[in-house]
């Protein structure tokens, strides 16, 4: 069973930089696209960016909203990929989650993810 864990939210200043960490166990995420995604209150879950598996090896997705700002990479060795953040803005607040499918194709949309991290906290305030 694969199970997604996220770290490295935090509390940051307005254009500061934040990296988030989603690590396995269960199995190599290689195999898996990773999408992160993020909610804030009283707000419906969104898709920031994804990567898909290493053999894909397709271009990565960026939400409008976070392009240029945000980069999605993948370590192998370490069973992790990550979301470095830069330029950070109030609007960034949420809790950010790691996610995948079964079907082994970046979402966009959260139904369409099965496996989900409990998410970490991203604070962007002064």
């Known amino acids: 069973q694969l199970q997604l864990m996220e770290s490295g939210g935090g509390l940051v200043q307005p254009g500061g930089s934040l990296r988030l960490s989603c690590t396995a166990s269960g199995s190599s995420l290689d195999y898996y696209p990773i999408g992160w995604f993020r909610q804030a209150p009283g707000k419906e879950r969104e898709a920031v960016s994804c990567?898909?598996?290493?053999?894909?090896?397709?271009?990565?997705y960026y939400a409008r909203s976070v392009k240029g700002r945000f980069t999605i990479s993948r370590d192998s060795a370490k069973n992790t990929v990550y979301l470095q953040m830069n330029s950070l803005k109030p609007e960034d607040t949420a809790v950010y989650y790691c996610?995948?499918?079964?079907?082994?194709?970046?979402?966009?949309?959260?139904?369409?993810?099965?496996?989900w991290g409990k998410g970490t906290l991203v604070n962007v305030s002064s």
């Open positions: 996610a995948t499918n079964r079907e082994r194709v970046c979402q966009v949309l959260a139904s369409g993810m099965h496996y």
């Open positions: 990567i898909s598996d290493s053999i894909r090896n397709d271009s990565p």
